[in-house]
DNA sequence: TCAGTACCGTACCGTACGTTACGGCCGATG
DNA sequence: CATCGGCCGTAACGTACGGTACGGTACTGA
């Protein structure tokens, strides 16, 4: 949460498929409350009471918003425009800086799965996932945030490692999500369905070096004598 | 779901903590039936919907089962029971012997957490466990026959493989943990979240020989001259 | 035959919530 | 100063749902 914030104000972002605006800050100030409300274990986010948090009318909610719907979209797009991660800088990559550059993508993920608000969106969005019928774009918004944009932001990285020597494997995609189960593991699952785990600082640094370790294990190029560890082409 | 469906039908279940009486052949439809409105995506699981579905009444459901927290509970219970897999024999136990079971288990948990109905009860388990007030027992209970229960059924596996002097590691929890990231993925998470993905059979056998051949690598303990693949102890 | 039991079908009640409508306040604009 | 648009607060409406009550039916046992 704390990580890379990075507020869009100035100009109109032009990515994000369809045009969406950003809220004004009145807006802003909404949604903040409204994210306040889906944390909190103890409220339920409707429309009255986020009406009554923000200090707002519900005629407003839904000028501004269109339905609940909407609104939930805006506060997990206005959430995902808050955690927004910067791109790996390109040029020299030698084996250190490819480690460290996995192990603070690793930390910075079981960082963010681990925060109240990414357990209480995913809540959010898996149950919406649940009813087919109705607006299920929560569900694509929440995964194009999520382990999708982990992947969008780590290729490049893994594709700069290959091309330096540093890993060898034949689909990035592929690659990516064996290091991303190494990474979050149980993690995410036990933390949604209720599970307590402390995830301090501390252990997070740890998993992420644990999971980093054992990517190189995996997908590493030894320059050693002996070959890669693991043979990636040929099936059996 | 078609895999080691073994029905307990006879004699009174001691485990699971508190005693919890195995339901009655009509109430056992009732609960299947709840199964097939929690799975279709259009219908919603409703106390007079599933009165309607079951073709019973309202009163005995509340009869049967409390109130909606506690048909709830049956319901993950039932469906829990179902799908209770076999313990490994003990013996002898080479590389391809272990080599097999691990393929067979993740592809049997690939199979379990692809199907609609695991996936449909653990996103009614997590939208549970957004209310911390309430009866938030479904998200343990579908913990413990998830994620848990794969555990206590892998462990025995994993130290027997130690024993053999096939695996090395410290923390068998720490191993399996890892195990179930590189089997799992990104895979539940994207199917809670409503993301088409097709788990074919023969993509399901792929994973699970790949996971394998993965987690051998890291935790095999290769006889040939160099030592294991990956060191666990110490920290840098 | 008659009481008892278990169950179905349905009507009903209270509440929560999404959604709409209305009255009042305030700053801007002419 | 008059008017207008944006917004707040609240009341009101319709619906959905959890939970309860009641009448009707089939079966059992004395």
Redesign the pocket.
């Known amino acids: 949460m704390d990580l890379a914030v990075g507020n869009i104000q100035a100009g109109d972002n032009a990515a994000e498929g369809a045009g969406e605006k950003t809220p004004?800050p009145?807006q802003q100030a909404v949604l903040d409350a409204a994210l306040g409300l889906i944390v909190d274990p103890k409220a339920?986010?409707?429309?009255?009471?986020l009406?009554?948090a923000?200090?707002?009318?519900?005629?407003?909610l839904?000028?501004?918003f269109g339905?609940?719907?909407g609104l939930l979209t805006a506060t997990v797009r206005w959430q995902a425009a808050k955690v927004r991660g910067r791109p790996v800088r390109r040029g020299e990559l030698d084996g250190e800086l490819l480690k460290e550059s996995l192990e603070r993508f690793a930390a910075d993920w079981l960082t963010v799965i681990s925060g109240e608000t990414s357990v209480a969106l995913n809540r959010l969005a898996i149950g919406e996932a649940a009813g087919g019928g109705t607006g299920r774009n929560l569900g694509r918004i929440v995964a194009d945030n999520g382990p999708l944009a982990m992947g969008r932001r780590l290729t490049p990285l893994l594709e700069m490692g290959r091309e330096a020597g540093l890993l060898a494997f034949d689909e990035v995609t592929e690659a990516f999500r064996d290091f991303f189960g190494l990474v979050v593991r149980d993690v995410q699952i036990r933390l949604l369905l209720g599970d307590r785990l402390d995830l301090s600082p501390a252990s997070i640094r740890a998993d992420a070096a644990r999971a980093t370790r054992q990517f190189m294990a995996l997908y590493g190029a030894h320059q050693g004598p002996d070959g890669p560890a693991l043979k990636m082409k040929g099936k059996e």
Chains 1, 2 share one sequence.
């Open positions: 004004t009145r339920a986010l409707t429309m009255s009471s009406a009554r923000a200090s707002c009318s519900k005629e407003s839904y000028k501004w339905d609940r719907d």
